[in-house]
């Protein structure tokens, strides 16, 4: 079992950044693949990106050259790292976890965080 608790978020203007963080419990925290989704109001949760646990990344096209993920395994940490933002990158983020590879769909994880809110002014 796996636990993921993400912190980080908050409202920044355009432009800014802001740094997502998800914490896991476990000692097998290096063998899993993390992602990150996001989910704004209204609409079905997307994928921004993830992580191997090679540290091989992948991310949808909306974020690429703004956001990287990242990874602490002696902290059993990811970090998801936002700049130059929009406002349509306002939503709530969040964590999850697979042992296999990293997939792009929510029903490829099996472990999720609760999420944390980011509100993006223009």
């Known amino acids: 079992q796996v636990q993921l608790v993400e912190s980080g978020g908050g409202l920044v203007q355009a432009g800014g950044s802001l740094r997502l963080s998800c914490a896991a419990s476990g000692r097998t925290f290096s063998r899993y693949a993390m992602g990150w989704f996001r989910q704004a109001p209204g609409k079905e949760r997307e994928f921004v990106g993830a992580?191997?646990?090679?540290?091989?990344?992948v991310y949808t096209d909306s974020v690429k050259g703004r956001f990287t993920i990242f990874r602490d395994n002696a902290k059993n940490t990811v970090y998801l790292q936002m700049n130059s933002l929009k406002p349509e990158d306002t939503a709530v983020y969040v964590c999850?976890?697979?042992?296999?590879?990293?997939?792009?769909?929510?029903?490829?994880?099996?472990?999720w965080g609760q999420g944390t809110q980011v509100t993006v002014s223009s």
């Open positions: 999850a976890a697979v042992i296999t590879r990293a997939g792009v769909r929510p029903g490829e994880y099996d472990y």
């Open positions: 992580i191997t646990s090679s540290g091989s990344t």
